[in-house]
């Protein structure tokens, strides 16, 4: 948890580089963000931001969390990651 920043990370383990997704809420939606986010398969184009290597989803609604896409990307960097850890 990074509480000057307001967001909860999730990862495989307590680094930076062990990160699967972060939380991040705001007033009007919930961006759920990932890191390497441009290595994730996103043929829904729900992806946004302009950072080299992260990208989130914007979520303003309970209702995008059903999103099969939404799910389909964390699967994938959950994969990408549990890959990548020793």
């Known amino acids: 948890m990074d509480l000057s920043s307001r ?3 999730y990862g495989l383990g307590p ?4 990160l699967v997704c972060v939380v991040q ?4 939606h ?11 398969p996103d043929p829904e184009g729900l ?4 950072g080299r290597l992260h990208r989130h989803v914007t979520m303003r609604s309970a209702a ?3 999103n099969p896409a939404v799910r389909a990307l964390l699967e994938a960097a959950y994969r990408r990651k549990k ?3 020793p």
């Open 47 to 50: 992806l946004t931001g302009s």
């Open 64 to 66: 995008d969390i059903d």
């Open 15 to 18: 680094r930076m580089a062990d």
């Open 25 to 28: 809420p705001f007033m009007a």
């Open 83 to 85: 890959s990548n850890v």
């Open 7 to 9: 967001l909860v990370a």
């Open 30 to 40: 919930v961006n759920l963000g990932f890191y390497w986010a441009v290595e994730l």
